[in-house]
């Protein structure tokens, strides 16, 4: 079955330590996203990709970075400049522009320690 | 202007009720409106969605009504269920556009 896999669930992380969030999509869709949810929140774009080698910042990409080597895969990177990095965090693809769905992740949930 | 305004905030409903959610927009350059469904500790799921050339789109128990001279649209849950509890998020999106719009999130709690 298609889909797309973020990993892992749950990460812990001591303040000043960058860290890498996984997602893998097997829907050969060209887009790719990253979002920031916090508690009882709505979505915050933080990067996302129309195809491969190329990105562009999203409403709050300041403290993260993303890399599109693969069409299959979007990991991020939430680095030390991140002030507040505790949140769920979650991958999406959509298979094109404007008028398809996305297929979310199931999230990680990140805490700094 | 890429404003998606989304009420209310949490919603309870009884149990074979029906669920309202209402969502704005002002960009008239959107021509995409899909619903997710999120539960606790997971990813949205694509519920259901409507392009602006109809008016209302029906799946199962959900439907979408959508009005483009008042731009706005809702969705209506009918006989509403203990298991459709869960945060509900209108969004909206143009033809040529990659970023979606995400409207706040309505919480509903559907009581048995």
């Known amino acids: 079955d298609g889909g797309i896999t973020q990993s892992p669930k749950y990460l812990f992380r001591k303040e000043g330590q960058n860290v890498t969030l996984s997602c893998e999509q097997n829907l050969n869709h060209d887009a790719m996203y990253w979002y920031r949810q916090d508690p009882g929140q709505g979505l915050r774009l933080i990067y996302y990709?129309?195809?491969?080698?190329?990105?562009q910042k999203g409403d709050i990409a300041e403290g993260y970075s993303v890399s599109r080597e693969k069409k299959e895969s979007f990991p991020l990177t939430v680095t030390s400049a991140q002030k507040n990095p505790t949140a769920f965090y979650l991958c999406?693809?959509?298979?094109?522009?404007?008028?398809?769905?996305?297929?979310f992740g199931s999230g990680t949930r990140l805490t700094v320690v | 202007q890429q404003q998606v305004k989304q009420s209310p905030q949490s919603l309870i409903v009884q149990k074979g009720g029906i669920s309202i959610i209402n969502c704005a927009y002002e960009?008239?350059?959107?021509?995409?409106f899909p619903w997710y469904q999120q539960f606790p500790g997971k990813g949205p799921a694509l519920l259901i969605a409507i392009r602006p050339d109809v008016s209302e789109k029906k799946e199962g128990r959900f439907t979408i009504s959508f009005n483009k001279s008042a731009k706005q649209f809702s969705l209506h849950i009918m006989d509403s269920q203990p298991g459709d509890s869960a945060t509900y998020f209108c969004a909206a999106s143009s033809a040529g556009g990659f970023k979606t719009i995400f409207g706040a999130g309505t919480r509903l709690f559907v009581k048995a």
């Open positions: 990709s129309q195809i491969v080698n190329d990105f």
């Open positions: 999406a693809s959509r298979r094109g522009a404007g008028v398809y769905g996305y297929t």
């Open positions: 960009n008239t350059a959107f021509d995409y």
